[in-house]
């Protein structure tokens, strides 16, 4: 049975100047954030403030690639004479990927990984006058480091906080693999007694012995003292080891999520002679113990505990992955409000705020290292790998939170060598002697905590590699029904694990469905990306791992919607996986998890997400019938619309649903059950069954052609909506088809990156070989603009590893030529879209119609070689 152990925090207290400063006893701490200079190489200088990365835009941009290369921060440090004598370090908590830092011009440290601390010592480099600090950052692709490839973007940049740390001679460690030089566990817990030990590495960088104390405390919420011990040490020069054992604390308030009770413990360094405290540190402790077990999942304090939650990335909207300290601190409090009780740190350790949240609010936590899709066979690499799984340890090692250390991910995804078997073979053994290597690593380094591997599902092959039977845990990133074939093979894959491997207890580590929060629609399906989708993705999941005792818990992908620069689809260079998006703003997924999560009543309109509406009104009613869901964890919610009562429904799966007749303007919503309750304004749109229904005046029209979706343009406030055939007295189009890609994934339309605009999803459906277009509108002023773009052709990019069912047929280019004419008059001549304009480019196209003698709108598309295609159309009545 292994037991919980005590968070270390970061002793680090950021602040403003040289002259403001953090001080425990025998120690300061200062921020260097600001009044930096920076460059990329051969680049020209910018002021910047840290956190900063310099791939916050070039990611989001349509050019293919980001800059991947050398960036130089320089800035000054000015220390009065009171620094002499002292031991001085720098502690950088995260730079991408390879680190110098040079103090004067000589190089101090160098450092490889991005998402681990390092402390450098500075104190010979310096003249206490005129001192010059350097990093010189490059996230170049290296085939030394991880990661190598992953779906999230490797920006480069001094991303996190960088802070001057100021000791005595005398201090705790700052060797310990950018640690704190304190470890702290807790050999014996139970819910009637707790011993603590504490490991104090002490350092001693003076010339001479000194006698010395080590007092730790230990102190409770409210600040009274529990438990204490003294021990007296004569110090060398050097580092040593000082292990103190505290033992039988009574009835301890034991850390859960429902109760995350931390303990204090505050180790001090004190001179004998003088009782002058030397150096000090703090730490929280949280009491706990845990097991997984593979038939009955997980237990925490001997009580079982489903664990739900998600993972998450570190980057956020236009910041890039320079995230401040108090956007990240509300990822872990959004986590909370869903109900969640687990977060998996991946694909790398993240900024010290986050498991500190963990801790403080009582989340779960699992952490890794970035070794993803593939390895390389090298000592170098081997050597990186174990290194920063040491980092990890070292530096995380006392977060009550963390339960897991884990190590790889997906890591056959990208195999290698596939048209040479045994020479696969060969990186089939090296792949799992590294794993190995690493496992027994974390087992030595920390004895107390749980190792974790983590698959794709290609169940086959990670069993014929050896790499279920390696780790404690196994954990499975599986997307029936996104990547491959349907939902309901998710809950055959799990009773399959509990069949095959009884003994082995395990987690479903990811799972999810990109969901464009501008994208909605009434017959979802597989990689529309509606947010409708994302619904019943996630329905069927959860209900599948509830249902499991032996499933020990499952985290969603992801969080929060981050970028991923190869990706393109809807929304280029984002994944759209998240519960949030990139801005952090709730999806309706993200209230389908507090209505299964939350122990408290919950209601919420979850359609409310979709405030501003369009559609075409019942034949002989002035509304437009339209659906309203309703996430929920009671039994049943009555609906109101604008008052009046559309009736009492039960909840099914913890979703309700209620067709709704939308008028044309403000729709008040009103959901009761109880005494809960919430509202939501829908602003509606409506659309004119027929041109002639003098009740609903026609304004304007957005069409989406080859598309059964909705789509909103949040810039331009514009609403699209689905495109219909040609009906008398309305409109619609006159022949074609809706474009179908190459591959299996989409049922209909394109995910190629559509240039020259951030409409994509106006641009990745048309109609091929459509005839005519109609609009039956009375006579009038109408501006009229066609959509176009070439989705067939093009530069041939590689498919992306995670979209397992990427088997694409060969794209057959087509000369493609036609002329379009308005009402008997041309209006495009010899259209050619790919020698005119380029491929995947956007091309809109405006007019001005006037209609006369009861005609309407007549659109003709004429092949003159291959398919003519129209992607969208507008229409807007001016007088």
Not at 90 to 110: I, Y
Not at 186 to 215: E, R
Not at 383 to 390: I, P, R
Not at 438 to 446: A, M, V
Request: hydrophobic share 40%; aromatic share 10%; proline share 4%.
């Amino acid at each position: 049975m292994l037991k919980a152990k005590s968070l270390l925090l970061l002793f680090i207290t950021a602040v403003t100047g040289l002259n403001t400063y953090a001080q425990d006893a025998g120690r300061k701490t200062i921020s260097l954030n600001d009044q930096w200079e920076f460059n990329k190489e051969n680049g020209p200088v910018e002021k910047v403030n840290i956190p900063h990365t310099w791939n916050d835009k070039d990611v989001l941009d349509d050019v293919a690639g980001y800059y991947r290369g050398l960036g130089i921060y320089k800035r000054k440090l000015k220390l009065d004479e009171s620094a002499k004598g002292k031991a001085i370090f720098l502690v950088f908590n995260g730079v991408a990927q390879e680190a110098e830092v040079l103090v004067n011009g000589k190089s101090a440290a160098k450092h490889i990984g991005s998402y681990t601390r390092f402390i450098v010592p500075i104190s010979s480099y310096l003249n206490y006058k005129d001192d010059i600090i350097e990093v010189r950052a490059n996230n170049r692709f290296n085939e030394d480091i991880p990661p190598l490839t992953a779906d999230f973007t490797f920006f480069g940049g001094l991303y996190r906080n960088v802070t001057l740390l100021i000791t005595e001679p005398v201090h705790f460690s700052q060797k310990e693999n950018g640690s704190g030089g304190v470890f702290i566990t807790t050999p014996q817990v139970s819910a009637s007694t707790a011993s603590v030990q504490i490991k104090s590495f002490i350092d001693n960088s003076s010339n001479t012995a000194k006698k010395v104390q080590v007092l730790t405390t230990v102190f409770d919420a409210k600040g009274n003292s529990v438990a204490n011990q003294t021990v007296a040490v004569n110090l060398g020069k050097g580092n040593m080891l000082v292990i103190q054992d505290i033992k039988s604390i009574q009835k301890p308030e034991l850390w859960s999520p429902e109760n995350p009770y931390l303990y204090r413990i505050v180790t001090k360094i004190i001179d004998a002679k003088t009782k002058a405290v030397i150096d000090q540190v703090s730490n929280p402790l949280g009491f706990r113990w845990f097991k997984f077990d593979a038939e009955k999942g997980f237990f925490l304090n001997d009580k079982p505990v489903k664990i739900i939650g998600a993972s998450r990335h570190q980057d956020y909207e236009n910041r890039g992955n320079a995230t401040p300290d108090a956007l990240q601190i509300k990822d872990i409090e959004l986590l909370k409000a869903m109900g969640g009780n687990f977060l998996r740190v991946a694909h790398y350790p993240q900024d010290p705020q986050i498991l500190e949240a963990c801790d403080r609010l009582g989340i779960l936590a699992s952490v890794e290292i970035p070794v993803v899709n593939t390895i390389t066979e090298t000592e170098a690499f081997t050597t990186n790998c174990l290194n920063m799984q040491t980092e990890m340890i070292k530096q995380n090692f006392n977060h009550p939170s963390i339960i897991i250390w884990a190590y790889m991910n997906e890591i056959l995804l990208r195999l290698k060598f596939s048209n040479d078997k045994p020479r696969q073979q060969i990186y089939f053994d090296h792949v799992r002697e590294l794993a190995q290597k690493l496992d027994s690593l974390t087992r030595k380094q920390d004895p107390s905590r749980y190792t974790l591997l983590v698959n794709h599902g290609a169940w086959d092959i990670y069993n014929k590699v050896g790499l279920t039977k390696i780790p404690m845990i196994v954990g499975w990133n599986l997307y029936s029904g996104w990547y491959s074939g349907v939902p309901e093979d998710f809950a055959k894959f799990l009773d399959r694990h509990h069949k095959e491997l009884p003994n082995t207890p395990f987690m479903v580590t990811e799972y999810g469905a990109d969901a464009d929060p501008r994208i909605h629609s009434f017959s979802p399906i597989r990689f529309d990306k509606s947010v409708e989708y994302g619904i019943k993705f996630n329905l069927v999941y959860l209900n599948a791992m509830l249902s499991r005792p032996f499933v020990a818990g499952g985290q969603a992908w992801n969080l929060a919607d981050f970028n991923s620069e190869t990706r393109e689809e809807t929304m280029p260079h984002i994944n759209n996986k998240g519960l949030l998006t990139i801005g952090r703003e709730p999806k309706d997924t993200y209230f389908l998890y507090q209505a299964y999560l939350l122990g408290k009543p919950f209601i919420k309109i979850t359609s409310a997400q979709w405030k501003d509406r369009t559609g075409t009104a019942d034949s002989v009613a002035l509304s437009s019938t339209q659906p309203i869901q309703v996430a929920t964890n009671l039994k049943s919610a009555e609906l109101f619309l604008n008052g009046k009562s559309l009736g009492v429904k039960e909840a099914v799966d913890h979703i309700i649903d209620w067709q709704v007749p939308f008028v044309n303007g403000k729709n008040q919503l009103r959901v009761v059950s109880r005494d809960q309750n919430d509202q939501a304004d829908i602003n509606f749109q409506l659309q004119p069954f027929k041109f002639n229904d003098s009740n609903i005046p026609f304004k304007n029209i957005n069409v989406l052609l080859g598309s059964k979706r909705f789509y909103i343009d949040e810039k331009e406030h514009q609403l699209w909506m689905p495109d219909q055939p040609y009906k008398a007295g309305a409109w619609g189009w006159i022949g074609g088809d809706p474009y179908k890609g190459t591959n299996n994934r989409i049922t209909y339309g394109s995910d190629k990156n559509i240039l020259g605009t951030d409409n994509d999803p106006v641009y990745q459906t048309q109609q091929v070989g459509i005839k005519q277009f109609k609009f039956d509108v009375p006579d009038g002023e109408y501006e009229l603009a066609l959509h176009f773009a070439e989705l067939v052709g093009g530069e041939t990019k590689e498919a992306l590893a995670y979209n397992l069912d990427n088997n694409h047929k060969k794209e057959v280019e087509e000369q493609r030529i036609f002329d379009v004419s308005i009402n008997g008059t041309s209006f495009m001549s010899k259209v050619n879209l790919a020698a005119n304009f380029g491929y995947t480019t956007a091309v809109k196209k405006t007019t001005r119609i006037t209609v006369q003698n009861g005609k309407g709108i007549l659109i003709d598309f004429d092949a003159i070689q291959g398919k003519p295609v129209l992607n969208a159309i507008q229409l807007r009545k001016i007088y």
